[in-house]
């Protein structure tokens, strides 16, 4: 069983910086590994829907962003430490959510691409 566990969140202000990390552990039903599954990176606010943020495959190491994300963010991987990190610089208010790390099999920008999913870090951006 894949175990994926965020940390690194906080209350920042606006402007500032802050990088998440997701550390997983396990394998899949399949054998699947952290090393062999895409990562994304997703994020909840208060009463809305669950949005992409960014991800990343894990061949090739290819990534795709959200169009609020780009620029701003970066996701990055460690397969030797079974990491993968969200690095987010210039906060906004409106970033404010909870940040939620996923393992799937391919890169993708659907919740249901990722069959895994870890318990969620708070981000609050205060104005």
């Known amino acids: 069983q894949v175990q994926l566990v965020e940390s690194g969140g906080g209350l920042v202000q606006a402007g500032d910086s802050l990088r998440l990390s997701c550390a997983a552990s396990g394998r899949t039903a399949s054998g699947r590994t952290f090393a062999s599954s895409a990562m994304g990176w997703f994020r909840q606010a208060p009463g809305k829907e669950r949005e992409f943020v960014a991800a990343?495959?894990?061949?090739?190491?290819?990534?795709i962003y959200s169009d609020s994300a780009k620029g701003r963010f970066t996701i990055s991987r460690d397969n030797a430490k079974n990491t993968v990190y969200l690095s987010m610089n210039s906060l906004k208010p409106e970033d404010t959510a909870v940040y939620y790390c996923?393992?799937?099999?391919?890169?993708?920008?659907?919740?249901?691409?990722?069959?895994?999913w870890g318990q969620g870090t708070q981000v609050t951006v205060s104005s």
């Open positions: 996923a393992a799937g099999r391919s890169l993708g920008v659907r919740p249901s691409t990722y069959d895994y």
């Open positions: 990343i495959s894990w061949i090739a190491w290819s990534t």
